[in-house]
């Protein structure tokens, strides 16, 4: 069992920074994929960024030079830096991570003002 904790979520004006995190706990090692998804209202849940347990992390082209994932296995703990935020980066941002099965955190909400 993984258990996914977010934080850092907020309202930013555009042009801002935030820096999300996610913490887990349970059986999560260095190797599984973790990263972040971001559903917009009335929009499916899209990936975002993530380590895929190999390589370099995989980023969606809308957030490509401004936003960075980073892992710091020894807290068990991954971050999203974000800059340069935009309007239609609002979002909830879902950590995930998948071990057996795909885990999902609870959320948190990231709103850019125009």
């Known amino acids: 069992q993984v258990q996914l904790v977010e934080s850092g979520g907020g309202l930013v004006q555009a042009g801002g920074s935030l820096r999300l995190s996610c913490a887990a706990s349970?059986?999560?090692?260095?190797?599984?994929?973790m990263g972040w998804y971001r559903q917009a209202p009335g929009k499916q849940r899209d990936l975002v960024a993530m380590f895929t347990g190999s390589g370099s992390p995989n980023y969606a082209d809308s957030v490509k030079g401004r936003f960075t994932i980073s892992r710091d296995n020894a807290k068990n703990t991954v971050y999203l830096q974000m800059n340069n935020l935009k309007p239609e980066d609002t979002a909830v941002y879902y950590c995930?991570?998948?071990?057996?099965?795909?885990?999902w955190g609870q959320g948190t909400q990231v709103t850019v003002s125009s």
């Open positions: 995930t991570a998948w071990s057996l099965r795909v885990y």
């Open positions: 349970g059986s999560i090692f260095s190797t599984n994929a």
